[in-house]
């Protein structure tokens, strides 16, 4: 597989959407007298002008604000338009799974020899590390445990062409596992080396074709980190995690300061993960002193996907352990040899010899939400079917709806979400929906986590840079969702999902939930996204200074 990058406006869209065919609606200019529920307080001129804005004709608005102790019903806008949602989406998957797993439940990853081991440290079987869904895996933990993130983390850096990556090893969860084996006193293993990845029946999601797998190293994902040098030298190309199973071969070219940004990286077949070493291309020219055009960011970042999470971790574990100083007699490289593993759930705790420990779940909703994580979101999603008894996407959807229909009151006619967990491309909701979740999560008792997961207006995640300035900054905490679209008839751009739903303390120090979606948005310039962006977070805005 291979992409071409061409760091533009147009990068920064897919950072904030995921790219689907073309639908429009129309709809007329909205009005305060016409749209709004029978007892509820008209929309404020301020909020309908943003609305009633030239790039808004044909697009579809809707909205809800309600008081969130006294449940009084402020701004009602076409409340039950099932629209859709992009990220937004995460705030149900996030929120159940917080609720069901608990803001404490810690992710363990243990590891079982299946053999003794003699007087001499040999274990003359197999080791076996047995997966839990750890989507982290000690890659971001601090020595607070907690979980590290960035606002242009490098889950979004093929779409930015930059991140800034968190500063602990990739590889945390691998090597911690690896020094417990060696304390044990295991010197040598004679046997296999295997990922028990059983937890859950793999899947594949809509938004970028990703694995979902309980197996996770670097959220399965390779960093590359792009950085020039003079015109006509070699541009600095350094990866990470750095591994046998993964190569990276890279021809980079700097070139001068004028020069167009060129990148190609070239995605080995899934299937080398299996028959031989993996080999990511690099290919291209990079403008001497480039840096992305995106605050606070300094280097080009581009990603590979980890398509055989099994054979990695296996391959990845090897090394852990020959850096731990234990002599592994068994192939480095190759298929995760999943039809020696005993039968699933058979382990003898007797013979367990590591076992990495995670930080507590509210650390992983915080970045899931803060940072729009679609990997971790859609992880959640089949995590909390777990728990329901479910092993698959398609049962653990079904457990979803079910739950948040009974459990949470949230209308049956008021969301459809039929592939995944992480929102795009085809999540559906009514702002009625997302406040009654919104709302009901607060009677729960995750709700301070799952509260303080949510990205903060003017401050972190998605919203850092929306709307900057408002003085509504540190009072929103809301989701973000978007979905974009191009039109190649009449090469039109248009937004086929922008939302906005969370929690406001107002001017007032009301505690309000609020919702609001638009659709259908035509765009004249891709760097109107911004705009768009800014106007929900201007709607925000004026919601907070409801007195």
Same mark, same amino acid.
């Given at each position: 597989?291979?992409?071409?990058?061409?760091?533009?406006?147009?990068?920064?869209?897919?950072?904030?959407?995921?790219?689907?065919?073309?639908?429009?609606?129309? !709809?007329?200019? @909205?009005?305060?007298?016409?749209?709004?529920? *029978?007892?509820?307080?008209?929309?404020?001129?301020?909020?309908?002008?943003?609305?009633?804005?030239?790039?808004?004709?044909?697009?579809?608005?809707?909205?809800?604000?309600?008081?969130?102790?006294?449940?009084?019903?402020?701004?009602?806008?076409?409340? $039950?338009?099932?629209?859709?949602?992009?990220?937004?989406?995460?705030?149900?998957?996030?929120?159940?799974?917080? *609720?069901?797993?608990?803001?404490?439940?810690?992710?363990?990853?243990?590891?079982?020899?299946?053999?003794?081991?003699?007087?001499?440290?040999?274990?003359?079987?197999?080791?076996?590390?047995?997966?839990?869904?750890d989507l982290t895996f000690g890659g971001r933990v601090t020595s607070q445990?907690?979980?590290?993130?960035?606002?242009?983390?490098?889950?979004?850096?093929?779409?930015?062409?930059?991140?800034?990556?968190?500063?602990?090893?990739?590889?945390?969860?691998? $090597?911690?596992?690896?020094?417990?084996?060696?304390?044990?006193?295991?010197?040598?293993?004679?046997?296999?080396?295997i990922i028990d990845a059983r937890l859950f029946d793999e899947f594949v999601?809509? *938004? $970028?074709?990703?694995?979902?797998?309980?197996? @996770?190293?670097?959220?399965?994902?390779?960093?590359?980190?792009?950085?020039?040098?003079?015109?006509g030298q070699h541009a600095m190309v350094d990866w990470r995690p750095k591994?046998?199973?993964?190569?990276?071969?890279?021809?980079?070219?700097?070139?001068? &300061?004028?020069?167009?940004?060129?990148?190609?990286?070239?995605?080995?077949?899934?299937?080398?993960?299996?028959?031989?070493?993996?080999?990511?291309?690099?290919?291209?020219?990079?403008?001497?002193?480039?840096?992305?055009?995106?605050?606070?960011? &300094?280097?080009?970042?581009?990603?590979?996907?980890?398509?055989?999470?099994?054979?990695?971790?296996?391959?990845?574990?090897?090394?852990?352990?020959?850096?731990?100083?234990?002599?592994?007699?068994?192939?480095?490289?190759?298929?995760?040899?999943?039809?020696?593993?005993?039968?699933?759930?058979?382990?003898?705790?007797?013979?367990?010899?590591?076992?990495?420990?995670?930080?507590?779940?509210?650390?992983?909703?915080?970045?899931?939400?803060?940072?729009?994580?679609?990997?971790?979101?859609?992880?959640?999603?089949?995590?909390?079917?777990?728990?329901?008894? &479910?092993?698959?996407? &398609?049962?653990?959807?079904?457990?979803?709806?079910?739950?948040?229909?009974?459990?949470?009151?949230?209308?049956?006619?008021?969301?459809?979400?039929?592939?995944?967990?992480?929102?795009?491309?085809?999540?559906?909701?009514?702002?009625?929906?997302?406040?009654?979740?919104?709302?009901?999560?607060?009677?729960?008792?995750?709700?301070?986590?799952?509260?303080?997961?949510?990205?903060?207006?003017?401050?972190?995640?998605?919203?850092?840079?929306?709307?900057?300035?408002?003085?509504?900054?540190?009072?929103?905490?809301?989701?973000?969702?978007?979905?974009?679209?191009?039109?190649?008839?009449?090469?039109?751009?248009?937004?086929?999902?922008?939302?906005?739903?969370?929690?406001?303390?107002?001017?007032?120090?009301?505690?309000?939930?609020?919702?609001?979606?638009? !659709? !259908?948005?035509?765009?004249?310039?891709?760097?109107?996204?911004?705009?768009?962006?800014?106007?929900?977070?201007?709607?925000?805005?004026?919601?907070?200074?409801?007195?």
């Amino acid at each position: 597989m291979t992409f071409r990058t061409r760091f533009t406006l147009f990068s920064l869209i897919i950072f904030l959407s995921f790219f689907s065919i073309w639908g429009c609606s129309q !709809n007329s200019s @909205i009005s305060s007298n016409s749209k709004n529920g *029978n007892q509820a307080q008209p929309v404020p001129d301020e909020i309908l002008a943003i609305m009633n804005q030239p790039r808004y004709d044909g697009a579809v608005w809707s909205l809800r604000v309600i008081d969130l102790d006294t449940g009084e019903l402020i701004y009602n806008l076409d409340p $039950n338009l099932v629209l859709l949602t992009g990220s937004l989406r995460k705030a149900f998957s996030s929120g159940l799974s917080l *609720n069901e797993l608990g803001a404490d439940h810690r992710f363990k990853t243990p590891v079982y020899r299946q053999e003794i081991v003699n007087g001499e440290g040999v274990l003359q079987g197999n080791l076996v590390l047995v997966a839990d869904g750890d989507l982290t895996f000690g890659g971001r933990v601090t020595s607070q445990d907690t979980i590290q993130f960035t606002n242009f983390d490098h889950v979004d850096a093929n779409a930015l062409g930059g991140a800034v990556l968190t500063p602990q090893d990739p590889l945390t969860g691998l $090597n911690d596992l690896a020094q417990q084996i060696a304390d044990s006193g295991i010197k040598e293993i004679n046997g296999d080396v295997i990922i028990d990845a059983r937890l859950f029946d793999e899947f594949v999601v809509p *938004n $970028n074709e990703r694995l979902i797998s309980p197996m @996770i190293v670097n959220e399965n994902t390779i960093d590359v980190t792009i950085i020039p040098t003079e015109p006509g030298q070699h541009a600095m190309v350094d990866w990470r995690p750095k591994s046998a199973a993964f190569d990276i071969k890279a021809n980079v070219m700097t070139v001068g &300061e004028d020069g167009e940004l060129n990148i190609e990286l070239s995605e080995p077949d899934s299937s080398c993960f299996e028959l031989a070493q993996c080999v990511g291309v690099v290919t291209g020219q990079i403008p001497a002193g480039f840096k992305p055009d995106l605050p606070e960011v &300094e280097t080009l970042v581009q990603t590979f996907k980890i398509e055989g999470p099994s054979a990695y971790a296996r391959t990845a574990f090897i090394e852990a352990l020959q850096r731990a100083g234990v002599t592994v007699n068994t192939n480095l490289i190759g298929p995760n040899p999943a039809n020696k593993l005993p039968s699933q759930n058979s382990y003898n705790p007797e013979t367990q010899v590591a076992e990495y420990i995670s930080p507590p779940f509210s650390e992983y909703a915080k970045l899931i939400l803060k940072v729009s994580h679609n990997y971790g979101a859609n992880l959640s999603l089949v995590l909390f079917g777990l728990a329901k008894g &479910e092993r698959t996407v &398609e049962g653990s959807l079904q457990q979803e709806r079910v739950t948040l229909i009974e459990d949470f009151d949230v209308p049956a006619n008021g969301f459809n979400f039929p592939t995944n967990g992480s929102g795009s491309p085809d999540s559906e909701a009514s702002p009625r929906a997302v406040t009654t979740l919104l709302s009901n999560m607060s009677q729960t008792e995750v709700f301070d986590d799952y509260f303080n997961s949510f990205p903060i207006l003017g401050v972190d995640g998605s919203l850092k840079f929306v709307d900057e300035g408002s003085p509504a900054t540190n009072r929103v905490r809301g989701k973000t969702g978007t979905s974009v679209g191009f039109n190649p008839d009449t090469q039109q751009f248009i937004v086929k999902a922008k939302s906005l739903g969370g929690y406001i303390d107002s001017i007032s120090d009301r505690k309000l939930v609020f919702a609001v979606f638009v !659709n !259908n948005a035509l765009l004249s310039d891709i760097s109107e996204i911004f705009e768009v962006n800014n106007d929900l977070g201007q709607i925000a805005t004026a919601i907070y200074n409801l007195n």
